[in-house]
């Protein structure tokens, strides 16, 4: 089964904006830091402590967020900071949906294995809209 959920971009106060969230819907909150990436990711020692994931389980959904980069090249536009973030029960079909989003689009992760466990990868369609497409790997293999 796909599931679809929101994926925000936050100027450095990803951390502050989901403990909001989960203040006022409540559930569980997931903190990731760049520190946490291995070395072969390569942070500026000035944004280690920065959130490279952070996610916030309400009821069966999860809204995602992280901090921008700007560093890695990222730039925060307010209003046009979110992904529309896909979850598949298998690479089979993260590769299926890929492919059809990224027809006239552009494509800015291709989908790979990663260091987080996820079979992940990155697009614009041709309508503008941002894509994250995610098989969790480990959660499917544990």
Not at 28 to 56: G, N, Q
């Amino acid at each position: 089964m796909v599931t679809i959920n929101p994926y925000l971009n936050f100027k450095g106060n990803s951390e502050e904006a989901l403990e909001f969230y989960q203040s006022v819907f409540g559930g569980e909150l997931a903190i990731h830091r760049f520190a946490d990436a291995p070395e072969t990711f390569k942070v500026p020692v000035s944004d280690l402590t920065k959130l490279m994931h952070v996610s916030l389980q309400i009821g069966n959904n999860f809204l995602m967020a992280s901090d921008t980069m700007e560093s890695m090249g990222n730039k925060f536009i307010k209003g046009n900071n979110f992904h529309i973030s896909v979850n598949t029960d298998s690479k089979k079909e993260a590769d299926r949906i890929f492919e059809a989003l990224a027809e006239g689009g552009t494509v800015t992760m291709d989908l790979q294995d990663t260091f987080w466990g996820s079979y992940f990868g990155m697009l614009i369609d041709k309508f503008g809209i941002p894509w994250m497409i995610d098989y969790a790997i480990i959660e499917h293999h544990s």
